[in-house]
């Protein structure tokens, strides 16, 4: 079997790499705990830089402007994006105008996706339910009504969710017997939508999406079977590239200070201490790297196996959420108090890391996943 990328996806990640070079994670707003203030948009100016770049439309076909690439290209930028802290909805956006072209209707894909390609209409996605602890998909009801669907139900943290034009949200119906999920696409400004502020460990603003009564089109509305199993996978893989990304970074850093800072005239990356410590976050990141480009090839793919695509994806983000947050607190040890210094990047690092490490849920929760996976599929 072949590992390596292609040329395609190498172009991808190298047009990332340009479009991020001039990005500062200095600029980043502190956490909110932090007397830094509390971000309010993402980066615009980034943003029509991502279109310029078509890495907006990576995902979409030909025929919406896209470069038809797949969930590995998607993740080659996203681990770029996250070295730098980049403020945009670039895996929301991404995941969910992918999902559109996949499972939605023709007209909506016509309507949608050649403005969501160039960075015109911005789409997020609501994930992570009523509490941030249960299943996205039982946090909002949808019922028929007419021509018409009515949802009703919360779902918390949905990220960008104030510069969206578009948030999709899963929504359980239970007609006939037959529980089902469908997608449904909810304009920001729609009657009965409701937005709560809230704020991440990393400062950005999250929003409580509250919706009441709140009557879509069924045009609107993806009924497709699979379509938020799909989607969902989508994310959590993408949210496994930012984790790689940002660690990446961190040990780089943390490189860089053991390499220099001296104690007894000597440099402390050469003690022993810091090298085991250094060397077993190089090894969680290649855990990472194996397990991220495991799940995003069975999504890219749609390969079978004994086991679905759904136990790689768990087994890459119990590595994600655990490796992440194992990478920054080293670094933060090796720093010292220089690591707590908010003038220096890395405490952002830090809070951003805790963000992805329980963003669409911790490791714990994916393990008790796996697990239940392993015993509806045992292997012969």
């Not at 909506?108 to 941030?132: F, H, K, M, Y």
């Not at 000597?266 to 480009?293: G, K, N």
């Not at 495991?294 to 655990?322: F, N, T």
Request: charged share 20%; proline share 3%; glycine share 8%.
């Amino acid at each position: 079997m072949d590992f390596t990328f292609t040329e395609e996806q190498l172009a991808a990640a190298e047009a990332a790499r340009g479009v991020f070079a001039g990005v500062v994670p200095d600029a980043v707003p502190s956490p909110a705990l932090t007397p830094g203030p509390v971000a309010e948009g993402f980066d615009r100016e980034l943003w029509s830089r991502l279109a310029d770049a078509d890495l907006l439309s990576l995902l979409l076909d030909e025929a919406h402007g896209g470069a038809g690439l797949d969930a590995i290209a998607l993740c080659l930028v996203l681990r770029a994006s996250a070295e730098v802290l980049a403020r945009v909805p670039l895996l929301e956006h991404s995941a969910a105008a992918a999902a559109v072209q996949a499972y939605g209707r023709a007209e909506s894909a016509q309507r949608l996706l050649e403005r969501a390609g160039r960075g015109e209409l911005v789409l997020t996605v609501a994930a992570n339910g009523r509490t941030g602890h249960d299943a996205a998909e039982l946090a909002v009801t949808a019922r028929r009504e007419g021509l018409d669907w009515v949802l009703d139900g919360v779902q918390t943290a949905v990220p960008w969710a104030y510069d969206a034009d578009l948030v999709v949200v899963p929504a359980h119906v239970g007609d006939a017997g037959a529980d089902r999920t469908v997608l449904a696409l909810v304009p920001r400004e729609h009657e009965g939508v409701v937005l709560a502020g809230q704020v991440s460990t990393s400062g950005e603003r999250l929003a409580e999406l509250r919706l009441a009564s709140v009557r879509i089109d069924a045009t609107e509305v993806i009924e497709a079977d699979g379509a938020w199993e799909w989607l969902h996978a989508l994310l959590v893989t993408g949210t496994c590239a930012l984790a790689l990304g940002l660690g990446e970074r961190v040990l780089r850093m943390t490189s860089d200070y053991t390499g220099k800072r001296e104690q007894f005239g000597y440099p402390i990356a050469t003690f022993q201490a810091v090298a085991v410590q250094s060397a077993d976050r190089y090894i969680d990141l290649r855990a990472m790297e194996a397990t991220l480009w495991q799940a995003a090839w069975r999504i890219a793919s749609g390969a079978s196996g004994a086991l679905p695509a759904a136990a790689d994806v768990a087994v890459a983000k119990i590595w994600a959420a655990e490796g992440v947050r194992r990478v920054v607190q080293t670094a933060q040890h090796l720093h010292g108090g220089f690591g707590a210094d908010t003038d220096y990047s890395l405490h952002r690092y830090h809070a951003w890391a805790k963000h992805l490490e329980l963003a669409l849920g911790p490791a714990a929760a994916y393990e008790e996943k796996l697990g239940d996976l392993l015993a509806a599929h045992p292997l012969a």
